[in-house]
């Protein structure tokens, strides 16, 4: 229980959250009138244009048709200025969160005289501070930002300090130019593929009866709002990867130990057996690219001792391994555990027939190795502890395990291991490792097509199913995920007739298909290369983005 000398649950929740939301002004306010006409599993997108809180001017800047490079060169050639980009997206970004519950903190005033310090500096010298000169970037809360609260979804974080210094990601972000207004939503101790925590449950823009995905699930419900150009999140078992396939935006997953983390909260000091890496959110291929570039451009492994000194570099003309030169794309249509829903694999299977038609393209199936052992085998590795360690945090305050978080911390696997008991499971860990490599170059393949998940974004408090994304982790395979451009049809992605399953979470997941829950949800794929081929990723999807957007 929390100690009578601090604050204790629920109040610590209603004040951390009442405070968030006094950071809105006045004249951003939604009237509940206009927020109540949205029923629960409403396609908001629109709210940003009905509510009449943005002008044409600011409707036009925070488009979705416009990614943060367009706008970094309109910024460039003096078509915008920063104080109009961070105006228009902190309005746009105060609308979201009232519909979303995206936000943990908000701070327009602060970031419009960053902005204007900006502005007054490129009309002075004619020159930009950085790559990413005026573009707004949120942030996710538990990434140290000075003069901030940073949490791990505990509410007992709020009662320590603000944060002096900017974690190196974020000052890499600052010094290239970029303005923070805003911080996003996680889900409790930052472990799961859902966003709820002390500060509210976040809720999907083009469904609120689905998950905007986690634990990034703030960036990516903002994001597709219109509410922000790029974000930053990590990724310990699909937290960036998860988010962007929920919202339909881009993301990639690097290599651990390639871009930095710096100062950052986590559930867990220490346990290191599946590491977490950091990457962006954003709308576009290009822009993923960029933001890559300008971290890695900054040689971060000159502040951080443990990170590969590798820089960011796409090649020109890679040795593909297909016949002729072509790409050699494996496809993975299941991972031997769970058959993905019908919307999933309709559009992989869209994509697949589309690059057979294209000559750059050699298409072959791809067999899953041992994915259910990677999955349990990761789970396990991520609470050696027990859990005690998440229930220590949330005990602060007296806050309550939610659902989803006691789900994860007593699943079989889970349990407080012996030191010894942690070496056997790093010896398993580098075994399965080692042998899952030599699978995949048996199949001599670039790439790996796949599903992004199970299915479109499930329903709010049902994601239980990692083993499209955590396997990834488990191996430390990079992987990128894109839009397709489709989205989930009822009248088309009807339910399966009664099958043999090939799994529990494969006869779940099955059976909570319902074709009308999803309708609308956009439809993302996944794609995935050995470790640090980073760059090999980007230039396969290169190629493979000009077949997209697909047409329902």
């Given at each position: 229980m929390a100690s009578p000398s601090i604050l204790?649950?629920?109040?610590?929740?209603?004040?951390?959250?009442a405070a968030r939301d006094a950071r809105i002004p006045e004249s951003l306010r939604l009237a509940p009138a206009f927020t109540a006409k949205y029923s629960t599993g409403a396609d908001v997108r629109a709210a940003a244009a009905e509510c009449g809180l943005l002008t044409a001017d600011e409707l036009a800047i925070t488009s979705l048709d416009q990614d943060a490079s367009q706008i970094l060169e309109r910024i460039k050639r003096k078509e915008l200025t920063a104080v109009q980009v961070v105006t228009a997206f902190a309005k746009r970004a105060a609308i979201a969160h009232q519909l979303l519950c995206c936000l943990t903190d908000f701070f327009m005033e602060k970031a419009l005289v960053r902005a204007k310090e900006l502005d007054d500096y490129y009309e002075k010298t004619g020159n930009l501070v950085g790559p990413l000169h005026g573009l707004p970037i949120s942030?996710?809360?538990?990434?140290?930002?000075?003069?901030?609260?940073?949490?791990?979804?505990?509410?007992?974080d709020i009662l320590l300090p603000l944060k002096t210094e900017n974690g190196l990601l974020a000052q890499i972000m600052?010094?290239?130019?970029?303005?923070?207004?805003?911080?996003?939503?996680?889900?409790?101790?930052?472990?799961?593929l859902e966003t709820y925590s002390f500060w509210g449950q976040v809720l999907n823009p083009y469904n609120t009866g689905l998950t905007p995905g986690g634990s990034s699930g703030g960036c990516s419900a903002l994001i597709a709002f219109g509410g922000s150009p790029l974000s930053i999140g990590s990724d310990i078992g699909g937290?960036?990867?998860?988010?962007?396939?929920?919202?339909?935006?881009?993301?990639?997953?690097?290599?651990?130990?390639?871009?930095?983390?710096?100062?950052?909260?986590t559930s867990l000091y220490g346990a290191d057996s599946i590491v977490a890496t950091f990457g962006p959110l954003c709308r576009s291929l290009r822009d993923m690219n960029l933001w890559f570039s300008v971290v890695l451009g900054t040689e971060p492994w000159l502040k951080e001792y443990n990170l590969i000194p590798i820089p960011w570099s796409i090649p020109?003309?890679?040795?593909?391994?297909?016949?002729?030169?072509?790409?050699?794309?494996g496809v993975m249509w299941h991972d031997g555990v769970v058959l993905?829903?019908?919307?999933?694999?309709?559009?992989?299977?869209?994509?697949?027939?589309?690059?057979?038609?294209?000559?750059?393209?050699?298409?072959?199936?791809?067999?899953p190795y041992k994915h259910l052992e990677a999955g349990e085998l990761a789970h396990e590795l991520y609470f050696v502890d027990g859990g005690k360690r998440v229930r220590e945090r949330a005990a602060v305050t007296g806050e309550p395990i939610l659902p989803l978080?006691?789900?994860?911390?007593?699943?079989?696997?889970?349990?407080?291991?012996?030191?010894?008991?942690?070496?056997?499971?790093?010896?398993?860990?580098?075994?399965?490792?080692?042998?899952?490599?030599?699978?995949?170059?048996?199949?001599?393949?670039?790439v790996v097509l796949c599903p992004s998940g199970p299915g479109p974004a499930p329903a709010l408090g049902t994601s239980k199913y990692w083993g499209y994304t955590n396997t990834w982790n488990f191996v430390d395979y990079p992987a990128a995920v894109f839009p397709t451009g489709l989205h989930a049809k009822?009248?088309?992605?009807?339910?399966?007739?009664?099958?043999?399953?090939?799994?529990?979470?494969?006869?779940?997941i099955s059976e909570a298909y319902i074709p009308a829950t999803f309708a609308g949800a956009p439809l993302t794929l996944q794609l995935v290369a050995r470790r640090f081929q980073d760059e090999l990723v980007v230039k396969a999807l290169q190629e493979i983005s000009k077949v997209l957007p697909l047409k329902d």
């Open positions: 204790a649950w629920p109040q610590v929740a209603l004040d951390a959250r942030i996710k809360d538990h990434i140290h930002l000075a003069g901030h609260h940073a949490t791990a979804g505990f509410s007992g600052y010094d290239a130019g970029g303005v923070f207004y805003c911080r996003t939503n996680l889900p409790q101790a930052i472990m799961h937290s960036l990867r998860s988010p962007a396939a929920a919202c339909g935006i881009w993301t990639l997953k690097p290599t651990t130990l390639r871009v930095p983390k710096g100062v950052g909260t020109t003309a890679p040795r593909w391994s297909g016949l002729g030169g072509r790409i050699r794309v993905p829903q019908p919307p999933m694999r309709r559009a992989l299977k869209m994509l697949v027939d589309t690059l057979k038609k294209d000559d750059s393209f050699e298409i072959v199936d791809y067999e978080t006691e789900w994860i911390i007593t699943l079989p696997s889970v349990k407080d291991h012996t030191i010894h008991e942690l070496w056997e499971l790093n010896v398993r860990r580098e075994t399965l490792r080692a042998e899952y490599l030599a699978h995949y170059n048996a199949q001599n393949v670039d009822p009248e088309i992605d009807v339910a399966d007739a009664p099958r043999a399953y090939m799994s529990e979470p494969d006869a779940e």
